[in-house]
């Protein structure tokens, strides 16, 4: 007795359409597709969020950043970068 036949899967969803009725396990499935629906808008509105916060502001300025190695005071170097 390793696998379920047909029959097998036949009697179960015999079984459950008794115990359930036809009205109510489609009215689950329809529950279950709200669901899944609702599931995917908010993955699609958390991927669409952080894109339209990410962008800098227009006004900010440039800042300097001077940088020093460790050989000497005199050696720096400048780097300019946007920090944000």
Same mark, same amino acid.
């Given at each position: 007795?390793?696998?379920?036949?047909?029959?097998?899967?036949?009697?179960?969803?015999?079984?459950?359409?008794?115990?359930?009725?036809?009205?109510?396990?489609?009215?689950?499935?329809? $529950?279950?597709?709200?669901?899944?629906?609702?599931?995917?808008?908010?993955? %699609?509105?958390? $991927?669409?969020?952080?894109? %339209? +916060?990410?962008?800098?502001?227009?006004?900010?300025?440039?800042? +300097?950043?001077?940088?020093?190695?460790?050989?000497?005071?005199? +050696?720096? %170097? +400048?780097?300019?970068?946007?920090?944000?």
């Amino acid at each position: 007795m390793g696998g379920a036949s047909i029959w097998h899967w036949v009697v179960v969803g015999g079984v459950v359409m008794l115990l359930f009725g036809r009205g109510k396990i489609s009215e689950m499935m329809g $529950d279950v597709a709200k669901g899944i629906k609702a599931f995917k808008k908010g993955m %699609s509105e958390d $991927d669409a969020a952080p894109a %339209s +916060t990410a962008a800098p502001a227009p006004n900010e300025p440039v800042r +300097t950043i001077e940088h020093q190695n460790a050989q000497g005071a005199g +050696t720096g %170097s +400048t780097l300019n970068a946007k920090v944000g």
